[in-house]
């Protein structure tokens, strides 16, 4: 029995240490989350600002190596599979980047922005929009 116990608790570090162990984990979760997904309950539609919204959200994603989470959100949320090109991301953004901020993912620029938007720090004022329509695949709003 000692023999299975030290098997075990060798391929597990060796998992641990290859760092595999938590994608397997992130993989087997993804998995039994979409076998127990409920696929005829329908999603809203992807309006433009979530389809913003998850594209910022992917990119940090993918960028911290976070790759499943990154294909969960993917999935859950109907996103292109292709991610929207970053120039397109942050023009529609009213994002103006230099090089170094192109090293980073776009939402630790807002991010840092607001921080550190001066001294007064006062805050911004949030205005609600109407719900958002849809959009389609490449990311273009579809007139309803």
């Known amino acids: 029995m000692a023999n299975i116990t030290e098997l075990k608790c060798a391929v597990r570090e060796t998992l641990e ?24 309950e329908q ?9 913003l919204i998850n594209e910022l959200i992917r990119e940090y994603l993918e960028f911290n190596k976070y790759r499943y989470t990154a294909s969960v959100l993917t999935s859950e949320s109907g996103q292109p599979q292709v991610p929207l090109d970053r120039p397109f991301l942050a023009s529609e953004l009213g994002v103006a980047e230099d090089l170094s901020s192109k090293s980073v993912p776009l939402l630790y620029g807002l991010v840092s922005h607001f921080r550190n938007s ?19 695949k490449t990311g273009h709003k579809v007139d309803s």
């Open 43 to 51: 999603r809203p539609p992807l309006s433009h600002e979530n389809l």
């Open 17 to 40: 240490s290859r760092g595999v162990l938590g994608q397997l984990k992130a993989r087997i979760q993804a998995e039994v989350f979409g076998a127990l997904d409920d696929q005829r």
């Open 118 to 136: 001066g001294d007064d720090r006062r805050k911004v004022f949030l205005r609600g929009t109407a719900p958002p329509g849809p959009v389609s």
